[in-house]
């Protein structure tokens, strides 16, 4: 049965309420909007659903390149975006001017609609034009080199850092804010593949590099949080420490077959909950896909079949607490990881029944501004459990507030999808009609009511 948009959101906003005191995250001086985020990340982790995100969505297609950021494959087969993007430095860094420009304003209009922002790094290294490892190569050094600061490696490094730290302060920005950004830095360390991985150095070398890499951007940009990523298992041997990381993350691959069962992505993702619980940090899966057999059944069903039976049938609920999935890009040299046009009808409908699980949220589908600060639910003691309704939902300008749980009124606020004030009054009463007939343009809100003790939100589309 297809979901109530407004069912889901009154679901979502009516359960949340965070349990952990505020987090100290790794930048004590990232901006409002990135504070929010990860309040808001942590908020949708604590709750049964999580968003789906993925990697390049709307500048890259299973056709190719894609110039022009409203279109993805997700939303011509679903209706909708994925709620989160995922994106790549490598593409920002060692790609054409044009492709840069590309990714650039995919980012920008994602952010402008309110989505989460992740990005990697697959990095070049000094001496190969390559992130893979190779043992004929002195990038197999590289890691120890920085870290000890050998051979002008550290100096070259920083040169490299710097070129993302200007992107993230000058190019990832909308209306003079800077976007806000999940970094994924130097994924997947436990396996043998990239020149940082397990074949060119060890576990403390590691530490010690993603810590020296924290520092420097932190020291340098306000709009990072940092997240790490191991490859299948959650090997904490290279978690380079709480101060350093704001998001935990798993990258598996074809969950469900016999090297990564269903058994062990719980086993696995459950230490990586279990670690963020208990200190108010945020967990992801951070990649994941199929790659092998009908590219049809990967596409679509391998949504539908494995990935959401494994997060939502694991019997201690740990696997429920992730904020969100991560599918791999559309592009024509790669098997699609999500149905496109062309895709069979099969797939195709597997990908929207998948979307349409009430525990997934896709980017239509967002209760409240990811960017916006977190309203609470009535606090102990303080008396009736507030509610606010609104009608009509969608409405075309005037809309009925009634409240209940505010004996002395409450301060009505309006937020756009980043969170940002567009409308306030006070509500001395339990009803009131609201006229923003030509005050807001037609998109969807955030409406929030408050008082000394309680708020609540709800979501408002406005035709």
């Not at 890009?329 to 990881?337: D, G, I, R």
């Not at 609104?390 to 009925?400: A, D, E, F, I, Q």
Request: glycine share 8%; aromatic share 14%; net charge neutral.
């Amino acid at each position: 049965m297809h979901k109530s948009l407004l069912h889901r959101a009154t679901l979502l906003l009516g359960c949340l309420l965070l349990l952990h005191p505020a987090p100290a995250q790794v930048d004590a001086d990232a901006t409002a909007k990135t504070k929010a985020l990860y309040g808001n990340l942590r908020r949708v982790g604590s709750s049964d659903q999580f968003l789906f995100a993925q990697e390049f969505f709307n500048s890259y297609r299973q056709t190719g390149l894609n110039d022009g950021e409203t279109a993805s494959d997700s939303r011509d087969v679903t209706g909708a975006h994925p709620a989160v993007l995922g994106s790549d430095f490598h593409y920002f860094l060692y790609k054409t001017d044009n492709e840069k420009r590309i990714h650039t304003e995919a980012l920008r209009y994602a952010y402008g609609q309110g989505y989460a922002i992740t990005m990697d790094w697959h990095m070049f290294g000094r001496y190969e034009a390559s992130f893979n490892y190779n043992a004929a190569s002195n990038n197999r050094y590289l890691m120890y080199n920085i870290v000890r600061d050998l051979y002008g490696d550290r100096a070259w490094f920083y040169g490299e850092l710097d070129k993302v730290i200007s992107l993230l302060n000058n190019s990832f920005v909308v209306n003079g804010e800077r976007i806000p950004v999940v970094l994924r830095l130097f994924h997947e360390m436990n396996g043998g593949w990239f020149w940082w991985g397990s074949a060119a150095t060890n576990a403390a070398d590691y530490r010690a590099f993603y810590q020296l890499t924290v520092n420097y951007i932190r020291s340098r940009c306000t709009s990072v949080l940092f997240a790490w990523s191991p490859d299948s298992v959650a090997d904490f041997n290279y978690y380079p420490g709480t101060g350093y990381v704001d998001v935990l993350g798993l990258d598996m691959y074809e969950i469900g077959d016999s090297w990564n069962t269903t058994a062990k992505f719980r086993t696995e993702m459950g230490k990586i909950v279990d670690h963020c619980q208990a200190n108010a940090k945020v967990a992801v899966l951070s990649e994941t896909g199929y790659r092998n057999g009908d590219a049809n059944w990967a596409s679509g069903n391998y949504w539908k079949d494995r990935v959401l039976p494994a997060i939502l049938g694991d019997a201690t609920g740990k696997t429920k607490k992730i904020a969100w999935v991560l599918a791999w890009m559309n592009a024509p040299w790669e098997n699609p990881y999500t149905p496109y046009v062309s895709s069979s009808a099969t797939a195709k409908a597997a990908f929207v029944d998948f979307k349409n699980s009430w525990n997934v949220v896709f980017g239509n589908e967002l209760p409240f501004a990811l960017y916006g600060t977190p309203a609470r639910t009535a606090v102990a003691g303080a008396g009736e459990t507030p509610a606010l309704h609104l009608y009509p939902v969608p409405s075309y300008g005037k809309v009925t507030v009634q409240l209940a749980g505010f004996p002395a009124g409450a301060d009505l606020r309006i937020t756009s999808p980043l969170g940002n004030a567009v409308y306030r009054e006070h509500l001395s009463g339990d009803r009131a009609e609201v006229d923003l007939t030509g005050r807001l343009p037609a998109g969807v809100y955030v409406v929030t009511a408050r008082d000394a003790a309680r708020a609540i939100s709800r979501k408002l589309v406005i035709k």
